[in-house]
């Protein structure tokens, strides 16, 4: 079963534009989100999280809500650059683990268009 | 500021050799991970550590076995190599305390061919 879904497999936008990626979850015990970008034969990196407390985080061009009740994340890229052109993986962790496992989506492909 | 290691970056194996599948973190990390990530896929945990010493199994651990006698290395080890194992496989570690210590940081991958 899928805890982690990103029901689009890839997004295409143009440049300048403002890029939308969805996450939806099934585990009511998720308490931590991140976003992570990869580039290929890169590993995946770093790119924005969010804590179940809040449904708003900011860093730059990049924005991710949370909307527990519907158990949905989006991350908003805006403005969207060529550069921005990666998969990008939403993923999740467990509240109350020790362990720091996280469960990730099969990721969407966002290409920008100049 | 060297992070997250991985080598070598490809390999191709045949049906039923062996190999190790090296991770070494200069971080001071004390929880690692590894990883395998199939087309199309998410992101499958194979087997994580959260100390030296100390393993336990994730997501897709048969065929697969790790040790972690140190905190810098997280050695992966494939025994009797079959096809199904042809993946790109991650390595990637975090600081489990302090500020970021959700946030995993990954190695660059090495990619497996099992013919």
């Known amino acids: 079963d899928q805890q982690v879904k990103q029901n689009s497999p890839s997004l295409s936008v143009q440049e300048g534009r403002i890029s939308i990626l969805n996450c939806d979850y099934t585990n009511s015990m998720f308490d931590y989100f991140l976003w992570y970008k990869k580039y290929p034969a890169e590993g995946p990196t770093f790119l924005i999280s969010i804590s179940s407390i809040k449904d708003k985080n900011e860093d730059g061009r990049f924005t991710v809500f949370l909307n527990k009740s519907a158990k949905h994340l989006s991350l908003h890229i805006v403005p969207s650059q060529p550069g921005d052109s990666a998969v990008y993986f939403c993923?999740?962790?467990?509240?109350?683990?020790?362990?720091?496992?996280?469960?990730f989506g099969k990721g969407t492909l966002l290409t920008v268009n100049p | 500021n060297a992070g997250v290691t991985q080598t070598p970056k490809f390999r191709i194996l045949k049906i039923g050799q062996s190999m190790t599948l090296q991770c070494t973190q200069d971080m001071n990390h004390n929880y690692m991970y590894w990883y395998r990530q199939d087309p199309g896929m998410g992101l499958k945990l194979i087997y994580y550590s959260v100390g030296a010493g100390i393993t336990d199994k994730g997501e897709v651990p048969n065929g697969y076995n790790v040790s972690r006698s140190t905190t810098e290395d997280f050695p992966l080890r494939l025994e009797l190599a079959a096809p199904s194992q042809t993946s790109v496989y991650f390595c990637a570690s975090i600081p489990g305390q302090g500020v970021g210590k959700n946030i995993q940081y990954f190695g660059a991958g090495t990619r497996l061919s099992v013919l």
């Open positions: 993923a999740a962790r467990r509240s109350g683990g020790s362990n720091y496992k996280l469960t």
